[in-house]
């Protein structure tokens, strides 16, 4: 029934630029987030850390905060009744720490009480002994045998090796090989909205949960676990969401806030502090990637050895998968027939790294893009030209001997970036720095990841409810972050209806309205949650064509949708508004809401060694930076950057750009600024005014031009797309300092410092180099 | 339950549910699993239908 729908008919409403449902009110600010509510009888809580990166706790003592005016309740591990631990993967952080402390942001109590003054002295004077242990800050030194252990099993979280071909005999064979290490940063997610919610009981003593977060069943399943009461009896309302990017995938409030409401029997609410979230919250694993590459005198690529050392923190999170996508991605959209990876995740006392924007990617992309270039400075070959060669294609065979199933756009967005402006007059750009002791260049790169759990089962339902006025309520769970997926499926929906899209209402990220669609992550909503909505459609069309022939007497086959309605094919007087269906269906007591889902095509095996590689389908990129580098301070001013995505069929241009535009301002962060310094357990940059993101003012003149193809397992053909415009900016801005000045970047983020240091190293290397001329 | 896929078939009496299923299969943490059947979550006692393909998903996520 969704053919005769879905084809032979321009689309209406996909693919046009409708204005984002959400948009008016999160610009004038009207937008109420949960960190903005205020209920009657409401507490306010606070967590009490741990002051210890690293130390068993002898004794904890709760007395002297409980004194504290106003304090209601203070809490600690004794209270949990169920799993005393979280964690999607592997649920190996406490709830409450009961013996050990791991880092700083460690939970220890809750306190709750009637105003937030009193939580902030009750803390406090939560009494912890602690017996200090050696901090482990180093993840390197932390791999060793004898090394401080952060968990009893030891430092190494997981190590991953995949092997295919013999990377060794094609060193042998390489006309060039290279070998380098690149370090990146810790960087953080620094949303507006800070991890908040609200937590209560109905008037049934269920627990329901306004916590902004990127799953509501996720969270559901969390808290259940913790609490050792049953799913149904939690309710989690996920959005508004004030900004996520991959750090409120994890539990952040949602176990303290019903641990409280449960024994408070009253509305708690929690709000971290911007400093809270710099010592708690997740960031994105640092990585040290050390990446040999060979490749032959024509530059296409033999092998890729490759060392991956992630730090995960205090904690696994979704860490073993992050891991998992820095393997996949380590040899970038290339053909390499040989390759060989270990790659560790090693628990450190540095905070906790999660899921963030790229999840691994862009870490293995800034060290396969440098060898790449460095590759074809050696081989005289053009860095556009030596990256075509070895573009993969369509239906070709991927880094890891499996075939590739989704559409491959990656050597035609190297096509587009060819014909870009800053590519094409690049030379001309570069002629006309702003100073004399300033230098510009120009750095090119591709990028790829994949979207989806890969080979990880994965699934997506929604529901459609059809209204007495004939218009659609359409649930769907995975949460709005920002990224217009809400948008996104009323434009879905509409066209399978063939109603407007004003007639769309979303019941999202609400686990007692809406079925699972899973997760807000991975780049996936869009096509999830997309599918889902299509196959809901086709039972909700169903219903509507049954209805209409039962009233209009005609066989089904007879009838067919038209605009919000069912018409007869051969009498088209005989039609009927979706408003006259609905309205019998609802005083006939017939049933107005369908369900629908699917299963996410994946491939079946993993890839020996890994979790989830490979993904069915991919995302593509490629990008090129203008930058100008002061020589003298190191400062490096990003002109121009260009973003050619692959895109599927793209929904909505207008939230297509938005989506790209803000990927390249976050990757800015994570190229020039943007690294949490922790010291010895202790970080120091836990503030906007420490931590420095992009402002306008850094952001440069963005132009964004996709390639549209067709991607045969998404709505429409759609895509992913939230993560892959992160991935090339660190190293496309990377290149374009080496192409100013001839300094090679191998850490990020490329602070003024490192590029003054680096500018003045290349410069003693060539006085010694005329020197040793004589 | 290890995180790579695999397939099984299994063998269930005729008015077999969700819970029986999970009771069949050789997992180590059975609580949260999730029992789908085209890519609708079921309850535990969700009654099977002959030949149903169910999907088994841990609560996990990737990227």
């Known amino acids: 029934m969704t053919e005769t729908v879905l084809t032979g008919k321009e689309l209406r409403w996909v693919g046009k630029s409708i204005t984002r449902k959400d948009g008016a009110g999160k610009v004038t600010g009207e937008t109420k987030f949960f960190s903005d509510m205020v209920l009657p009888d409401m507490l306010w809580a606070k967590v009490a850390r741990s002051k210890c990166p690293h130390a068993l706790i002898k004794r904890v003592d709760t007395s002297k905060a409980e004194t504290v005016p106003g304090v209601v309740t203070v809490l600690t591990h004794k209270d949990i009744p169920g799993l005393n631990a979280f964690g999607i993967i592997i649920p190996d952080q406490p709830v409450l720490c009961h013996d050990k402390v791991r880092y700083l942001g460690d939970a220890i109590a809750l306190v709750a009480a009637e105003n937030l003054e009193a939580t902030e002295r009750a803390v406090e004077l939560v009494e912890v002994d602690y017996e200090p242990l050696p901090v482990v800050s180093d993840p390197i030194e932390a791999m060793k045998p004898d090394a401080p252990k952060v968990h009893s099993k030891g430092n190494i979280q997981r190590h991953a090796t995949v092997r295919v071909g013999d990377v060794e005999e094609a060193f042998r064979e390489a006309a060039v090989v290279v070998e380098n290490t690149f370090r990146t940063g810790r960087q953080m997610h620094m949303f507006l909205e800070l991890e908040a919610g609200v937590g209560m009981l109905d008037s049934e003593g269920n627990i329901v949960l306004y916590v902004g977060g990127q799953s509501p069943y996720r969270d559901q399943m969390q808290v259940s676990r913790a609490l050792g009461i049953s799913l149904e009896r939690i309710r989690v309302i996920s959005t508004p969401v004030g900004g996520a990017f991959g750090g409120k995938e994890e539990n952040t409030v949602q176990i303290h806030l019903a641990l409280l409401a449960m024994k408070t029997k009253r509305p708690v609410k929690m709000v971290w502090t911007r400093e809270e979230s710099g010592v708690a919250g997740m960031k994105r694993h640092p990585m040290n990637v050390t990446m040999k590459t060979g490749a032959d005198r024509n530059g296409r690529i033999l092998g890729n050895k490759v060392q991956i050392i992630a730090d995960t923190g205090a904690y696994a999170s979704l860490g073993p998968t992050v891991l998992d996508v820095a393997i996949e991605n380590s040899c970038g959209p290339y053909r390499v027939p040989n390759v060989n990876i270990d790659a560790y995740l090693v628990y450190t006392n540095n905070g906790v790294a999660g899921a963030f924007r790229g999840f691994g990617a862009p870490q293995v992309n800034f060290a396969i893009e440098s060898n790449l270039d460095i590759i074809a400075e050696k081989l005289g070959i053009d860095r556009l030209e030596i990256r075509k060669r070895n573009a993969l294609r369509e239906g070709d065979i991927g880094p890891f001997g499996y075939r590739i199933l989704g559409s491959v756009g990656i050597y035609e967005t190297l096509l587009k970036t060819e014909n870009s402006d800053v590519w094409t007059h690049r030379e001309k750009y570069k002629a006309t720095a702003s100073k004399p002791w ?278 429409f053909g759609a895509k992913g797309l939230g993560e892959i415009g992160i991935i090339p900016v660190g190293s496309a801005i990377a290149n374009a300092i080496y192409d100013a000045t001839g300094a090679r970047i191998f850490t990020l983020p490329a602070t003024p410092e490192r590029v003054y240091w680096a500018i003045k190293e290349k410069i003693g290397i060539e006085v010694n180099e005329r020197k040793g001329q004589g | 339950m290890a995180l790579e896929s695999a397939e099984l078939t299994l063998e269930l009496n005729d008015d077999a549910t969700t819970e029986d299923l999970v009771n069949s299969i050789p997992a180590k943490d059975k609580n949260y699993l999730y029992i789908v059947r085209e890519g609708i979550r079921l309850s535990p006692s969700s009654k099977l239908n002959d030949g149903d393909e169910i999907l088994i998903v841990p609560p996990i996520a990737g990227g």
């Open chain 1, 438 to 715: 300033c230098r510009r260049g120009v750095g090119i790169v591709t990028a790829v990841k994949g979207f989806g759990f890969g080979t990880l089962p994965d699934f997506g339902a929604a529901s459609i409810q059809i209204t007495p006025a004939g218009k659609f309520v359409v649930g769907v769970s995975c949460p709005e972050i920002g990224q217009g997926a809400l948008t996104a499926y009323s434009q879905i929906a509409a066209e399978a209806l063939r109603c407007d899209v004003a007639d769309i209402y979303m019941a999202s990220a609400d686990s007692r309205l809406a079925p699972d669609t899973g997760t807000s992550s991975a780049s996936m909503a869009l096509v999830r949650g997309g599918n889902a909505i299509l196959a809901a459609t086709s039972k909700m069309v169903n219903l509507l064509l049954e209805t209409a022939a039962n009233i209009l007497g005609e066989p089904k086959e007879h009838l067919v949708l038209g605009e919000s309605c069912a018409a007869s094919r051969k009498n088209t007087k005989k039609s009927l508004t979706y408003a006259e269906i609905a309205q019998t269906l609802h005083q006939s007591g017939s049933e107005t809401r369908v369900i629908a889902g699917f299963n996410v095509p994946r491939v079946d095996k993993p890839v020996e060694g890994s979790i989830e590689i490979p993904h069915w389908s991919y995302m593509y990129a490629s990008a090129v930076a203008l930058v100008e580098v002061n020589t003298l301070t190191g400062t490096v001013k990003v002109l121009k950057f260009f973003l050619s995505p692959e895109s599927g069929k793209i929904i909505n241009p207008q939230s297509y750009m938005g989506q790209c535009e803000g990927a390249i301002v976050q990757g800015l962060g994570f190229a020039l600024t943007e690294e949490a310094q922790i010291d010895n357990g202790v970080i120091r940059t836990n503030n906007f005014t420490t931590y420095i993101i992009p402002t306008i003012c850094d952001t440069p003149e963005i132009q964004v031009d996709p390639v549209e193809t067709y991607e045969k397992i998404g709505p």
